[in-house]
């Protein structure tokens, strides 16, 4: 069919406006003509790209592909599929074609269309639903192993308070106590990354949490790393717990200084940003508006690509054995995650590595910076009576055995309708232990049926997950007293004689 005049003028027209690249080539492979999506997309003018093999614009083993297949698309006329192509410059881009042998004769036809953004994004999408997965998995685990830390290190400070403070055995139980507090600290990490440790956010101005842990981390990266700041005047403020961004920082700096084993230099810079709706097009999980920026970039050897591809997975690490538990940057991420921000790490083999954390902009003045008092008062005895409810054997074993030791009545029940039907008989109970979450009824339930029963009954809530998951769950509300497992006898019996205090209170 022969196009008249008009009908020419109008498909090109359309070839020369179309967002996707069209090209024609030839038997050999070779451009005959393109139109400007063509050029933009392989970096060279049209007419540079004339007479050009389109072999050239591909890497030696897409060529390779390409070369391979070309028999079969002249023999069947057409074909689709996907290859990369890199520009002039050395830019890789991903590209799917649908192409069409001999349109005509001697001639062939394909429309190629990038797709990089859409792979990066699937990419990054994939990346956050497998750190989810695992985010659940590792809460999981870290919930069951913190029952087993509180039975391994409950028994042990009860022994310990046995002993006399010459006995040979007291140095034993002391490294059995240290090895749990290590468990502990795993435990934590792995909640951290899970987005179910528990957070104390405050308005904070991030300047002045670089400043104040400036000094720890000069000492803790070295000499021969030079530690600069580039702090933005006039920062947003933001919503986060002081004590984890620190914990971040360090974290960071850590990772830093291992990758510069001759020295270097460590940036730590802050920043307003405005992310765009462009930016979060291109980045997964982040929604535009305001932000303050927290960027970590060292000098050091960098990371390939596969490196970065696992980097905040946990137990992921380069380092040996010995030097790593590969949850440092998982614990960072889970940090980041769970104050609402994100965070994506830039890095290049022999470039060095940049961190950028994106906090969102919230209103109101900052905190002041002040570290909370700890709690100093003495551990006190009672004579009250406590319904422990615990599931869990052993746990129920050591928690009521810490309690008796200072001096309490104990109720002791393994599931909710048990607990129901001790707090109903001759001894009524003053406090509520409960874990969260057991069979059947769940501590919740069981503690809003005896409260309504009871007015005057105080709970106390434990469980091996976060604060913030259970609230977040709705199993918990924010006000309600909280111990975290694993914890250890005498933060057992200070959180015990608080709400049994309080009672007196009106709190």
Known sequence: MRLSAAQSRTL????????????????????????????VLLGLTIGELRGRAIDDSLPSEEASRLAASWPSLIREGKGRGEFAVVQLGGARRDVE????????????????????????????????????????????????????????????????????????????????????????????????FSRQQVLHPRVLDLNEVVTAIGPMLRRLIGEDVALETALAPDLGVVQADPGQLEQVLMNLSVNARDAMP??????????????????????????????????VSDTGVGMDAETRRHLFEPFFTTKPTAEGTGLGLATVYGIVKQSGGSIWAYSEPGQGSTFKIYLPCVAGPADPLTAVANETNATQDGTETILVVEDDAAVRGVLTAMLRRHGYRILEASDGRAAVDLAGGPEEPDLLITDLVMPGMSGRELADRL???????RTLFASGYGHSTLVRRGALEPSMSYLAKPFGANELARKVRELLDARGQGG
């Open 12 to 39: 090109a027209l359309l070839v020369d406006n179309a967002s996707d690249a069209i090209v024609v080539i030839d038997d050999e492979r070779r451009f005959v003509d393109v139109n400007p999506a063509a050029s």
């Open 97 to 192: 074609y649908s192409a069409t042998a001999n349109f005509l004769p001697g001639r062939h036809v394909a429309v190629l269309r990038d797709v990089t953004e859409r792979r990066q994004l699937e990419a990054q999408l994939l990346q956050a639903q497998r750190l989810e997965s695992v985010g659940r998995l590792a809460g999981g685990m870290a919930h069951d192993f913190n029952n087993l830390l509180v039975v391994i290190s409950g028994y042990a400070q009860l022994m310990q308070g046995d002993l006399e403070a010459d006995d040979p055995h007291r140095g034993n139980l002391d490294e059995i106590l240290r090895a749990a507090g290590r468990a502990a600290e795993l435990t934590r990490q792995l909640l951290a």
């Open 262 to 295: 001759q020295g270097g230099r460590l940036t730590i810079e802050t920043a307003n940003v405005e992310l765009d709706a462009a930016f979060a097009q291109m980045h997964a999980t982040v929604k535009s508006g305001s932000y303050v920026l927290l960027a």
């Open 451 to 457: 409260v309504a029963q009871r007015p005057g009954l």
